[in-house]
């Protein structure tokens, strides 16, 4: 029987997955390697009917510039219990399966880490190596290096958001874009930055103040007002959607007077509604009560930049992760995340060395706020106010000192 090598994709899709997948199924192909596709992502680990499917050249070759994912993805996260007796170890016995690859963000990245310390501490031959994806780009690469998948994301995502912009100004309204991103701000600054949005507010923006909506609010109307006194009336504001998964960010928002449903923990349920509906509705609700005449609409940038087809850019680095994974498999290696450096040279990353000692996750990676992208952007492409603007701002506030930049956030 040939030594079989099989592949997963856990979490949700970000552009590029097919790319790393098909792309690693060529490269064990012309080993000589079977390469099995397993569908349903870690939940096929652990069960007893693991849906498979050998990968062929003429498949691999017909998908892997194709947005989306061949193999169907889980956000499944096995238990301890599962472990111990869900464990499908006969699916890599009959199969003669020597490499587990897996493919996905932070939370994928954890459970690969589990599998691998379980694998060997069970004395299983079998290697495990992990490729690092998220359109968040929040996976700890060193160098600033992205997640395959961020990219391709912010490049649809800019697209959209200059469409977006270009409405804004052509209707004289404010549009309030929302972008995908739980614990970092990647996604929502390089959608800001690259389309000149006036302002872009993300978590990591408060790391000498307590977030809260008020202050949110305020940053947000500090770039109304900044735009209103140098005679324009239009622009768009960009918001990670992480800051309102900020606990008391939540509890503001509700106390405002926004529904939401609640899991059994007692959380609210962000997931299930539109950030930007929610932060529009707040915005409209402050310009009511301080008399500021503003349009504003919201738009969300989410699921709609997951599937699309990876640009250049991720098809020629998803290329070179999936070569080195057979790289690092034919060195030996295991128990790792595959990294790729700007020359193309490949190294491992060991997911045992990336954990928290106390959690075992991965834990993520967030803006560099005092980085030249961040400040850089902030300096000289945001708008808001600043104290030599108090004078002409009164002429919309009573108290514009409230939406000084810089005071809100001390820096």
């Known amino acids: 029987m040939k030594d079989a090598v099989i592949i997963l994709c856990g979490g949700g899709p970000a552009p590029g997955m097919n790319s790393v997948s098909m792309s690693v199924a ?19 680990l652990f069960s007893k009917n693991a849906r498979t499917e050998d990968l062929d050249f003429f498949k691999a ?26 464990f499908n170890l006969d699916l890599f016995k009959d199969n003669n399966i020597k490499l587990l690859v897996t493919i996905g963000g932070d939370d994928t990245a954890s459970t690969a880490n589990r599998i691998s310390k379980f694998l060997a501490a069970k004395n299983y031959p079998i290697a495990n190596i992990h490729c690092p994806k998220t359109i968040d780009n929040d996976l700890p690469l060193p160098s600033n290096t992205p997640t395959f998948g961020y990219n391709s ?8 958001a200059r469409t977006i912009y270009e409405d804004a100004r052509t209707s004289g309204n404010w549009l309030i874009i929302s972008a995908m991103g739980r614990t970092c701000g990647s996604l929502a600054l390089g959608i800001g930055e690259a389309t000149h949005c006036p302002m872009t507010i993300i978590p990591e923006m408060f790391n000498k103040t307590q977030m809260t909506l008020e202050k949110i609010i305020r940053l947000s109307i500090s770039a109304i007002l900044k735009r209103k006194i140098m005679g324009v009336n239009y622009g768009t504001i960009v918001a990670a959607e992480g ?13 405002a007077g926004i529904h939401f449903t609640y899991d059994e923990h007692g959380h609210p349920e962000l997931g299930k509604i539109s950030k930007a509906v929610l932060f529009n509705d707040l915005l409209e ?6 008399g500021l005449k503003v349009k504003s609409r919201p738009v969300e940038i989410g699921y709609d930049v997951r599937c699309q087809d990876p640009v250049a850019y991720d098809l020629t680095y998803c290329t070179e992760l999936a070569m080195g994974v057979y790289q690092l498999f034919s060195e030996g290696k295991t ?5 790729v450096d700007a020359y193309g040279n490949v190294s491992p990353l060991y997911l045992a060395d990336l954990q928290d000692p106390k959690t075992g996750k991965i834990p993520p990676r967030v803006v560099d706020i005092n980085s030249g992208t961040a400040q850089n952007y902030y300096r000289y492409i945001a708008h808001y106010l600043t104290p030599a603007d108090y004078e002409a701002a009164k002429e919309y506030v009573d108290n514009p000192e409230l939406y000084d930049f810089t005071k809100i956030l001390e820096w």
Not at 26 to 44: C, D, W
Not at 68 to 80: A, C, I, N, Q
Not at 154 to 160: M, Q, S, T, V
């Open 26 to 44: 060529k490269t064990f192909l012309s080993k000589g390697y079977r390469v099995i596709g397993l569908h349903g992502g870690y939940s096929g």
């Open 285 to 290: 609700k402050e310009f009511k009560k301080i």
């Open 153 to 160: 994301a912010k490049n649809e995502g800019a697209h959209l």
């Open 61 to 86: 070759d017909r998908y892997f510039n194709r947005g989306g994912s061949y193999l169907e993805m889980s956000r499944f996260k096995p238990t301890d219990k599962d472990f111990e007796e869900n």
């Open 335 to 339: 128990g790792c995340m595959v990294y």
């Open 243 to 255: 800051l309102f998964h900020n606990e008391e960010v939540a509890k503001e928002a509700a106390e």
